[in-house]
């Protein structure tokens, strides 16, 4: 981290002014940095010709800008997704027809600063650039709609504004439509696109209206289509030109200049809608009745600024970085999951819609807890949501994006995010509107019933209920025979967050029968199978076929250490039982049921010795999901000084604040997606981990004196002091950061290694107490240790 120290009042009034949107933006970090509200539908942003630019943007100034679109994915994989929409601004086209319209000839470079970095410029709900043409180009957003500002250089008499309706990121539209009224210059159109990661289809619509700027904007001088790079002046409807063969069509206009002879300023306002181009214009005309641009940034900054101003840091001794790594992953916490309520075209329903769940695999671990420390009505709504999508499709959704479904990564992991919800909020539940009754049945439909394709939604229940786990010999028309052992692992996480449910809901039996599948964790443990190289080292997680007998998959598989170097992603070919992490990884994930881990692993020191040995090895990958609660796990073992140490590493090594400042770039083979990322990065620096669907969070130091969270529903604070903070060492390894004591309003607490929910629920004072010794322990007797299911902590 860098040593400049930052100095705030307390408290912090403009959170926003932390948040760096450009971290991770570059080098396959896949970070959205233009203009949104929080989990706003509408991400408007600049489009860049590099390869693999999922979030559309580029940091790197090599690469050209190729339009301003209205519709983003973050920090995702798979194919490139949204970026429909695109407008692109002309200042000195020799005439109307020879405007290069295409996405291919129009592309330029942007300005470059003295640093080589390209002249962008990013905060919450607000985006500028400055093209090398000499127009500048600001955007900014309401939930539904964009608003653009284009400043065309002093002197350009014809001001012409291109509206791209076909070309998305991987350019895969079909069957488009638009037409464009010559009068008022107003575009409505839309087209079919491909999904990003998943086999469906999706139909977008935008509206799109001109307005000067310090000026009434005259109709235009000049409009027409375009098919490719060739305008066509005076035509209104793109079916005057399509033939089928040619995906790059819009509209193009001239208009007359600004009156006066300064810059002319042209506003473009974007509805945006999945119903159809007349409500994005009745979204666009909701929103944005003025095209008052200003007004519009200061909402959306000051819609940020409250929901960051929730949680609070003491920035005595703490350096500018930190706390913008801070405010920026909590930023980036908020991107996705988008709301669309209102814009589902698949049924009519009075629930709240959201998307972007891109996917539930990589945010169950983190995001959602996050979401509830401090915004729950955000996460009821998105259960809300969730649970819909069960009522009219039968399964809870798993990896979805505009408004298709796409291909699941693990088990079926909504399931753990409503156990989140449910075990925090039960009590809470009516006066979210979250019926108990909906929750649970949604939960067992995942559970006990098999989708017609499970590689879209729900499980391969069939199997799992018959055999206590995914054998590797079990084909089934209904998906791909991949994945067995790590689906296993995550099907027993997603059966505990059940248990969890119903016994909340005095399901007493339910309770007891889902706790039991809990432990089919270990029906894939394989005493006998060794990682080479590693003394001690015994036992995995393998895959295993119906006969009870197990198959053989070298734990070094999907590592750095793999001798095959062989891939572990959506291969049907790829039989070894594994989802993008290697059995030895996949070895440590029982959550639920870390003390029964231990007691497989060989006992403590040997379980130590294991978790030693993924981290001196380079097992543990910090860009991968799996890998994700292992450097806490110490915690397990009485040991919380070295999770504090690991989970320290991690951020000395892997974060920074620069634009390739995310682990999972430079050329990584994962990218841990959406908030998923943002969420582990902020609770590392909160000095907590999450154990969802449990009323417990890990605790170790925050890098911050003290930190507050502010929960609008409970209307209270919980304040975590760290007492005797003397800043955060450069190395992560030492230090005055570990916890020796833990009290709460001034009582002595039952646990130096977690925090109970009920801490948050009631608004609290937690004080820790500092030492420069590592070799602190969680307290005296069995309950100090963070809970397992097989020692009685979740019955």
């Keep these: 981290m860098l040593s400049t120290q930052a100095q705030s009042p307390t408290p912090i009034t403009d959170p926003a002014s932390f948040v760096l949107p450009f971290i991770g933006t570059t080098n396959g970090g896949h970070v959205f940095p233009g203009a949104t509200l929080p989990h706003g539908m509408v991400k408007a942003g600049m489009d860049t010709d590099s390869p693999g630019n999922q979030a559309g943007y580029d940091a790197n100034s090599t690469f050209n800008a190729t339009g301003f679109s209205q519709l983003h994915d973050t920090g995702t994989g798979g194919a490139i997704s949204l970026s429909n929409f695109k407008l692109w601004a002309f200042a000195n086209c020799t005439s109307f027809e020879d405007c290069p ?9 942007r300005n470059i600063l003295p640093d080589g970095s390209p002249d962008d410029f990013a905060s919450p709900g607000y985006f500028s650039t400055n093209l090398s043409t000499g127009i500048r180009v600001e955007l900014t957003s309401t939930r ?59 139909t977008a619509f935008t509206c799109v209206d001109f307005a000067g700027e310090g000026f009434e904007l005259e109709r235009p001088t000049e409009f027409g289509t375009w098919l490719g790079n060739f305008p066509v002046q005076g035509q209104t409807d793109i079916n005057q030109l399509y033939f089928g063969f040619i995906d790059e069509l819009g509209a193009l206009f001239t208009f007359p200049p600004a009156p006066d002879g300064t810059p002319t300023v042209i506003l473009a306002r974007a509805g945006v809608s ?11 005309e909701e929103e944005i009745p003025d095209f008052d641009f200003d007004r ?36 980036r916490t908020h991107i996705s999951p988008a709301d669309y309520t209102g814009e589902n075209p698949k049924w009519n329903s009075t629930e709240p819609y959201y998307d972007s769940y891109y996917c539930n695999w990589d945010t169950y671990r983190t995001l959602y807890s996050f979401m509830a420390l401090h915004d729950p009505v955000t996460f009821s709504r998105i259960v809300r949501g969730m649970i819909d999508i069960q009522k009219h499709e039968g399964w809870l959704p798993e990896c979805r994006g505009a408004t298709a479904m796409q291909f699941i990564q693990g088990g079926s992991n909504g399931d753990p995010i409503l156990g989140e919800f449910f075990v925090k909020y039960s009590e809470q539940a009516v006066a979210l509107n979250v019926s108990s009754d909906d929750l649970y049945t949604a939960l067992l439909a995942d559970a006990e019933l098999q989708p017609p394709n499970w590689n879209l939604q729900g499980r391969q229940a069939d199997a799992w209920k018959q055999f206590n786990y995914i054998p590797q010999d079990m084909f089934d028309a209904g998906g791909a025979n991949t994945k067995q052992v790590s689906r296993t692992l995550e099907h027993a996480f997603g059966d505990f967050a059940i248990s969890q449910v119903a016994k909340i809901l005095g399901k007493t039996d339910d309770a007891a029968k ?69 059995p030895t990884v996949y070895s440590q994930y029982v959550p639920h049921d870390t003390a029964q881990l231990i007691e497989m692993q060989g006992g403590t020191d040997s379980f130590v010795s294991r978790l030693d040995f993924i981290f001196n090895q380079s097992y543990f990958d910090v860009t991968d999901e799996p890998s994700m609660q292992i450097p806490y796990m ?51 620096l909160a000095g907590m981990y999450p154990l969802p669907a449990t009323r417990q969070l890990l605790l170790s130091s925050p890098y911050f004196p003290s930190i507050s969270f502010f929960n609008p529903l409970f209307n209270s604070t919980t304040t975590i002091k760290a007492n005797g903070f003397e800043g955060n060492p450069t190395d992560g390894t030492g230090g005055k950061v570990f916890v020796k004591n833990v009290t709460v309003n001034g009582e002595p607490y039952k646990s130096n290694c977690f925090l109970e929910w009920d801490v948050f629920v009631n608004g609290s004072v937690v004080e820790l107490t500092l030492t420069g010794d590592p070799n602190v322990a969680c307290g005296s007797g069995d309950e100090a240790l963070p809970p397992s299911l097989s020692t009685g902590g979740y019955s």
């Excluded at 488009?176 to 107003?186: E, K, V």
């Design 634 to 684: 110490y915690h397990y073992a009485n040991l919380p000084g070295k999770s504090t140490q690991r989970s320290r590493q991690i951020i000395a090594e892997s974060f920074n604040t620069s634009v390739s400042g995310l682990p999972g770039n430079d050329g990584n083979i994962h990218v841990i997606m959406t908030g998923a990322m943002a969420s582990y990065t902020a609770f590392y």
């Design 296 to 331: 519009v940034q200061t909402v959306n900054r000051a819609t940020w600024n409250e929901l960051l101003g929730r949680i609070q840091v003491d920035t005595t001794n703490v350096s500018t970085e930190t706390i913008q790594l801070f405010y920026s992953a909590i930023y």
């Design 274 to 284: 999945f119903i159809s181009s007349e409500q994005a214009c009745a979204n666009a």
């Design 101 to 109: 319209t295409s996405l291919e000839s129009r592309k330029t470079l």
């Design 144 to 202: 539904r709609t964009a608003i653009h500002r284009y400043t065309f250089p002093a002197g350009t008499s014809q001001p012409r504004m291109v509206v791209d309706i076909t070309n998305d990121g991987p350019r895969t539209s079909t069957d488009p439509i638009m037409t464009l009224d010559p009068t008022t210059a107003r575009v409505m159109g839309g087209a079919q696109f491909a999904a990003s990661f998943g086999p469906g289809r999706y």
């Design 514 to 582: 889902y706790a039991q599948r809990a432990n089919n964790s270990f029906n894939v443990w394989n005493p006998d199978v060794s990682l080479p190289g590693a003394p001690g080292v015994t036992g995995m997680m393998q895959p295993r076929f119906k006969n009870g007998t197990f198959n053989f998959t070298d734990p070094r598989h999907c590592s750095i250490h793999d001798p095959e170097m062989a891939t572990c992603f959506l291969n049907a070919a790829n039989r070894d039982g594994f989802y993008e992490s290697s």
